[in-house]
Nanobody
Framework: EVQLVESGGGLVQPGGSLRLSCAAS????????MSWVRQAPGKGLEWVSA????????YYAESMKGRFTISRDNAKNTLYLQMNSLKSEDTAVYYC?????????????WGQGTQVTVAS
């Protein structure tokens, strides 16, 4: 079955950095675009970033531009999110998500999430 497992979250000071990873299995990883989505406490889901199947195109929410970098290693079936200059507003559970092959803009599989807490 499809499985997505995030890791790399933790507690970091404002201005610090974290690198999140998402290990994928159960599908042909390099056939699909992937995304990172986050959920802050008490808030709804917020799209963070996306990357095309081969990493040739990347997309970011406005508040993440210049701070976050999405990448992937298809040989390792792994998705990454490098987060720099972190702010308290970035505190959230971060999920990696697989795009649907049937509906544009829909994510049909999600990981369990990894907690990122930005605080001093």
């Amino acid at each position: 079955e499809v499985q997505l497992v995030e890791s790399g979250g933790g507690l970091v000071q404002p201005g610090g950095s974290l690198r999140l990873s998402c290990a994928a299995s159960g599908f042909t990883f390099d056939d699909y675009a992937m995304s990172w989505v986050r959920q802050a406490p008490g808030k709804g889901l917020e799209w963070v970033s996306a990357i095309s199947w081969n990493g040739g195109s990347t997309y970011y929410a406005e508040s993440m531009k210049g701070r976050f970098t999405i990448s992937r290693d298809n040989a390792k079936n792994t998705l990454y999110l490098q987060m720099n200059s972190l702010k308290s507003e970035d505190t959230a559970v971060y999920y990696c998500a697989k795009t649907s092959s049937e509906v544009a803009g829909l994510y049909d599989y999600w990981g369990q999430g990894t907690q990122v807490t930005v605080a001093s």
